[in-house]
């Protein structure tokens, strides 16, 4: 099998196998995981939001922040673009999709060093990739991944997982991580095309929260002065903003020399977001009361935020 045959079975509408009766809502195309799959006793966060709003960059520091805090870490890229760990291992990694494709797609053949790779402070990564354009569905990719990691016994010692997942992409695939999740964080900018994309991600999360574990974490405001517009609409909707990291050209910097902000040359700036991010983390541990947010309708946010 080549990788533009991926198979991507079971797909339903608004349907689950009779001998499952939770649904993922009317009208809804799953990608139907296996249920027996499960990531176990490490607690899960899925990271979520606009595209190059800056998820990969958040996921890692908050992955070296949990780090830090001697907790074991596993981060799992769900982009077919795979750079979400390189600030973590220095390079790019090779996709669950590319490995796979080396055996033929014969899964028992590979060993957990094809795919996991140590970053950063032992923060362990994988990328899982995704089909080529048109041709497959990503939450397969991600039902594979974990799979994978469960057969070879790799959660098992694992006190944090985050998913880092393609930007505002709410189909069922891309939605596939919220199965796992325990809490899903949202990032997003003080803008309007940054909280549409959230009030959409809220919309997939509630939808996914009527059958799965998973509920709202929180908002984490990324690359912004300020938080004027995020705090108007979590006022509406029941947010919360659990973290504020500015728009600040270290964090820029650090991206660009592939390193962690934990990794920068301390400044008192770079100070100030090491401790946001370890605030973060600390936070995130400890566990919060989910948060029933009510998204808004298109409309709504376009009056709530000044447009005509």
């Known amino acids: 099998m080549n990788v533009t045959e991926i198979p991507v079975t079971n797909i339903t509408r608004g349907a689950r196998p009779a001998s499952d009766p939770r649904e993922d809502g009317e009208g809804s195309v799953q990608v139907q995981q296996d249920a027996g799959v499960k990531i176990g006793t490490a607690k899960v966060f899925a990271i979520y939001g606009k595209g190059g709003i800056g998820k990969s960059t958040t996921s890692s520091n908050l992955s070296a922040a949990f780090s830090k805090m001697g907790k074991r870490v596993l981060q799992i890229g769900c982009d077919p673009k795979h750079d979400s760990t390189f600030t973590l291992t220095k390079k790019m990694l ?47 990719v991600v039902g594979q991944t974990v799979k994978l990691l469960k057969e070879h016994h790799l959660l098992e010692d694992t006190d944090v997982v985050i998913f880092d997942v393609l930007g505002d992409v709410v189909c069922g695939g891309f939605a596939a991580p919220l199965q796992h999740a325990e ?126």
């Open 94 to 140: 090779p996709t669950v999709i590319d490995v796979l494709e080396t055996v033929n797609f014969h899964a028992e053949e590979l060993r957990p060093e094809d795919f996991v790779f140590e970053g950063y402070n032992g923060v362990m990564c994988v990328e899982a990739g995704g089909p080529p354009a048109g041709t497959g569905c990503g939450g397969y």
């Open 183 to 308: 809490r899903a964080m949202i990032v997003t900018a003080n803008d309007f095309d940054s909280i549409f994309a959230m009030n959409r991600i809220v919309q997939a999360i509630g939808a996914k929260a009527k059958n799965y574990r998973v509920r709202l974490g929180g908002v984490i405001a990324n690359r912004s002065a300020g938080t004027d517009q995020i705090d108007k609409y979590n006022d509406r909707t029941g947010l919360r903003l659990a973290a504020h990291l500015p728009d600040l050209d270290a964090i820029r910097r650090s991206r660009l020399k592939k390193c962690t902000i934990f990794e920068m040359d301390p400044t008192p700036e770079i100070e100030a977001v090491q401790k946001e991010y370890l605030r973060l983390a600390a936070s995130m541990w400890l566990g919060s009361d989910p948060l029933p947010a009510v998204p808004l309708k298109d409309r709504e946010i376009f009056d709530l935020l000044g447009y005509d």
